[in-house]
């Protein structure tokens, strides 16, 4: 947020499910986010047609399949017309999904995540890899999706 939605948005509202977390964010953007939000995605509920960007960064790792469809089907609803769905995460671009015990998350494939897309009835309208991510790291990317026409 503090170093990319702030500069392009005029309002951004910051969801975050640790208190702490948050606390820190409040701390250090306070004046120019809009507001503070301690929820789960699954427990967010924003306001339909209320968002021209919803920005999904390293959340949907810790959610099973079934929480991230009913997300993104959550903010296909409240985003305003022409408005993006932005998720951007540790893809697996070559094998399988990983899991990561010690933290609790789930790397998915690509193709993986291109399925849960669509199934919350979102289409993709632009992906990038990260380039400038170390190697022997899970790459990263991101999609930038839209409502099904």
């Given at each position: 947020?503090?170093?990319?939605?702030?500069?392009?948005?005029?309002?951004?509202?910051?969801?975050?499910?640790?208190?702490?977390?948050?606390?820190?964010?409040?701390?250090?953007?306070?004046?120019?986010?809009?507001?503070?939000?301690?929820?789960?995605?699954?427990?967010?509920?924003?306001?339909?047609?209320?968002?021209?960007?919803?920005?999904?960064?390293?959340?949907?790792?810790?959610?099973?399949?079934?929480?991230?469809?009913?997300?993104?089907?959550?903010?296909?609803?409240?985003?305003?017309?022409?408005g993006?769905?932005?998720?951007?995460?540790?893809?697996?671009?070559?094998?399988?999904?990983?899991a990561?015990?010690?933290?609790?998350?789930?790397?998915?494939?690509?193709?993986?995540?291109?399925?849960?897309?669509?199934?919350?009835?979102?289409?993709?309208?632009?992906?990038?890899?990260?380039s400038?991510?170390?190697?022997?790291?899970?790459?990263?990317?991101?999609?930038?999706?839209?409502?099904?026409?």
């Amino acid at each position: 947020s503090e170093g990319l939605l702030l500069d392009f948005f005029n309002s951004v509202d910051l969801v975050e499910a640790n208190g702490r977390l948050l606390e820190v964010a409040k701390s250090r953007l306070s004046g120019r986010a809009s507001s503070f939000i301690c929820s789960s995605l699954q427990n967010f509920s924003p306001k339909p047609q209320s968002y021209d960007v919803v920005w999904i960064q390293w959340v949907f790792l810790h959610l099973t399949d079934e929480d991230v469809v009913g997300f993104l089907r959550k903010a296909r609803r409240c985003l305003k017309p022409h408005g993006l769905v932005c998720v951007k995460d540790n893809v697996v671009l070559k094998g399988g999904w990983v899991a990561d015990r010690a933290v609790n998350s789930i790397a998915r494939t690509d193709q993986q995540y291109k399925a849960l897309f669509l199934k919350a009835g979102l289409e993709l309208q632009m992906e990038v890899r990260q380039s400038d991510w170390p190697r022997g790291l899970i790459p990263v990317k991101s999609y930038a999706l839209q409502p099904c026409a």
